[in-house]
T-cell receptor
Framework: GAVVSQHPSWVICKSGTSVKIECRSL??????MFWYRQFPKQSLMLMAT?????????EQGVEKDKFLINHASLTLSTLTVTSAHPEDSSFYIC????????????FGDGTRLSIL | GQQVMQIPQYQHVQEGEDFTTYCNSS?????IQWYKQRPGGHPVFLIQ?????EVKKQKRLTFQFGEAKKNSSLHITATQTTDVGTYFC???????FGAGTRLTVKP
């Protein structure tokens, strides 16, 4: 089955640090990748949708200068949390989908980010 | 964008009892997908419904898509402890998830 690798799994860093999270589709071409944020016992909140080779589309209320997304290839998208602060601590999870709406999303294992 | 509402938020059942979660959209959906997230895990795709009135079954799970393509349901017959987790629906148009229904099963 389709596999999505997300790295790192855990990040603990100081306030003010920028953190990069990678999302890779290992055995299929991901035309579209999604980035979500999930708080404990809550649903997945869509942050942005990225299509290969174009700028990401951010959801309302998500700062694009704060959460930089790059989707430079059909197998890799990155999310960079710039100048992270404690309120950015959360579980970030990516998903990847092929080239049609009728294809399911395949999720990475998520990244737990803790900012001290 | 579309709004996907999901109820109930929580459901606690005795093992062997049935369980149903409902998903409602403010707009017509081209299709809808269901996912399950186990505690500590990531969402895993269960099924996609595309056609109006469609019903699909996976063993003890029955998925329905409403005639107007604005609502959907997931029904689990005779729950087992392995069914524990949070069940999410998502409109495939823009992949916004419902709030999810957290199912706990008492052995």
């Amino acid at each position: 089955g389709a596999v999505v690798s997300q790295h790192p799994s855990w990040v603990i860093c100081k306030s003010g640090t920028s953190v990069k999270i990678e999302c890779r589709s290992l055995d299929f071409q991901a035309t579209t990748m999604f980035w979500y944020r999930q708080f404990p016992k809550q649903s997945l909140m869509l942050m942005a949708t990225s299509n290969e080779g174009s700028k990401a589309t951010y959801e309302q209320g998500v700062e694009k200068d704060k959460f930089l997304i790059n989707h430079a290839s059909l197998t890799l998208s990155t999310l960079t949390v710039t100048s992270a602060h404690p309120e950015d601590s959360s579980f970030y999870i990516c998903s990847a989908r092929g080239d049609t709406l009728n294809q399911p999303q395949h999720f990475g294992d998520g990244t737990r980010l803790s900012i001290l | 964008g579309q709004q996907v509402m999901q109820i109930p938020q929580y459901q606690h059942v005795q093992e062997g009892e049935d369980f149903t979660t409902y998903c409602n959209s403010s707009t017509t959906l081209s299709n809808i997908q269901w996912y399950k997230q186990r505690p500590g895990g990531h969402p895993v795709f269960l099924i996609q419904l595309v056609k109006s009135g469609e019903v699909k079954k996976q063993k003890r799970l029955t998925f329905q898509f409403g005639e107007a393509k604005k609502n959907s349901s997931l029904h689990i017959t005779a729950t087992q402890t392995t069914d524990v987790g949070t069940y999410f629906c998502a409109g495939a148009n823009d992949m916004r998830f419902g709030a999810g229904t957290r199912l706990t099963v008492k052995p």
